[in-house]
């Protein structure tokens, strides 16, 4: 019996002992021929998906209780459908024997929410004045978006550095935990819808057309950089001028949204920005200041 398989049972066990017996197979619906109740049944249902839900997020290096667990209890049938399996644990067995189809389920379990220029006023702000306010010090600046899904974001804002003439003098990165999203972002290549929201001078000056698809040009790639990590655990080596971290602390519980900003701030310079999404408030971190639409200001003192 697989080590999900062993917990689910001896919690089986525990909370209703007279189906340890030995025997026949048990039918879990039902003891001694009566239905168990409709909240014991979703009561085991739960404790399974819960078993489950730990298991996919240990391989992939994350705590699963820093999640909303109703929200990702919503995505399990997508996981399901992503990895063709008919149930947890056929899915687990599935990982089991190729153990890359675990980034697979992450994926559909902690899904991204991104866009190119997503939010009008957050990004006609930052294109008037955050980020010429950053660069006007003609020292480097340092960017970081957190959570960074496909990249939409990040090369929102590369593209409108490369506007204002500073691109080759800032240092962008992304990180996310799904590693698909990462190698996704990497590549810069997106499909029509994707690219909808984009100026058409930006579409003729930083992307390349290949049949259906929009790919980001091949020099501006390459000044950003990508890589896989976990927000909440590994904190990048700051001071960051920017910290972009958006529509990510949604899906978090109070308390890991809570560390998670106490970790920006710190992280950021004195004075630097942080940008965050339309649902986002920075709850519980101190030093502060909102100065714009989803746009706080480090202070400085």
Same mark, same amino acid.
């Given at each position: 019996m697989s080590a999900l398989g062993l917990r689910t049972a001896t919690f089986r066990h525990v909370v209703f002992p007279e189906l340890a017996r030995s025997g026949p197979p048990v039918n879990f619906a039902?003891? /001694?021929g009566l239905p168990l109740g409709a909240s014991a049944v979703a009561h085991i249902a739960a404790t399974e998906e819960q078993l489950f839900l730990n298991w996919i997020f240990e391989q992939g290096g994350l705590d699963c209780s820093d999640y909303k667990i109703e929200t990702l209890r919503r995505r399990i049938p997508s996981c399901l459908r992503a990895l063709h399996a008919g149930s947890l644990s056929q899915a687990r067995q599935f990982i089991e024997r190729k153990p890359t189809l675990a980034r697979v389920a992450i994926s559909t379990l902690v899904i991204g929410v991104?866009?190119?220029f997503r939010d009008e006023a957050v990004f006609s702000t930052l294109a008037h004045r955050m980020l010429p306010e950053l660069t006007n010090r003609g020292s480097a600046a340092r960017i970081w978006s957190a959570g960074c899904s496909d990249g939409s974001e990040l090369y929102s804002v590369s593209m409108l550095l490369a506007e204002l003439g500073v691109l080759h003098r800032c240092y962008l990165l992304g990180t996310d935990c799904r590693g /698909?999203?990462?190698?996704r972002a990497a590549e810069g290549v997106f499909d029509a819808d994707a690219v909808k929201s984009v100026p058409q001078l930006m579409i003729d000056r930083y992307f390349t057309v290949d049949q259906d698809c929009w790919r980001i040009h091949s020099w501006l790639r390459t000044v950003v950089q990508w890589?896989?990590?976990?927000?909440l655990a590994v904190n990048e080596p700051g001071s960051w001028d920017m910290i972009l971290c958006r529509n990510l602390a949604i899906y978090f519980r109070a308390p890991a949204a809570a560390r998670l900003w106490r970790t920006l701030v710190a992280l950021l310079r004195p004075g630097g920005i942080l940008v965050l999404g339309k649902a986002e408030r920075p709850m519980g971190a101190e030093?502060?200041?909102p100065i714009g639409p989803c746009i706080y200001r480090r202070n400085r003192s």
């Amino acid at each position: 019996m697989s080590a999900l398989g062993l917990r689910t049972a001896t919690f089986r066990h525990v909370v209703f002992p007279e189906l340890a017996r030995s025997g026949p197979p048990v039918n879990f619906a039902s003891c /001694d021929g009566l239905p168990l109740g409709a909240s014991a049944v979703a009561h085991i249902a739960a404790t399974e998906e819960q078993l489950f839900l730990n298991w996919i997020f240990e391989q992939g290096g994350l705590d699963c209780s820093d999640y909303k667990i109703e929200t990702l209890r919503r995505r399990i049938p997508s996981c399901l459908r992503a990895l063709h399996a008919g149930s947890l644990s056929q899915a687990r067995q599935f990982i089991e024997r190729k153990p890359t189809l675990a980034r697979v389920a992450i994926s559909t379990l902690v899904i991204g929410v991104t866009g190119f220029f997503r939010d009008e006023a957050v990004f006609s702000t930052l294109a008037h004045r955050m980020l010429p306010e950053l660069t006007n010090r003609g020292s480097a600046a340092r960017i970081w978006s957190a959570g960074c899904s496909d990249g939409s974001e990040l090369y929102s804002v590369s593209m409108l550095l490369a506007e204002l003439g500073v691109l080759h003098r800032c240092y962008l990165l992304g990180t996310d935990c799904r590693g /698909d999203a990462v190698k996704r972002a990497a590549e810069g290549v997106f499909d029509a819808d994707a690219v909808k929201s984009v100026p058409q001078l930006m579409i003729d000056r930083y992307f390349t057309v290949d049949q259906d698809c929009w790919r980001i040009h091949s020099w501006l790639r390459t000044v950003v950089q990508w890589r896989t990590a976990n927000v909440l655990a590994v904190n990048e080596p700051g001071s960051w001028d920017m910290i972009l971290c958006r529509n990510l602390a949604i899906y978090f519980r109070a308390p890991a949204a809570a560390r998670l900003w106490r970790t920006l701030v710190a992280l950021l310079r004195p004075g630097g920005i942080l940008v965050l999404g339309k649902a986002e408030r920075p709850m519980g971190a101190e030093g502060l200041t909102p100065i714009g639409p989803c746009i706080y200001r480090r202070n400085r003192s």
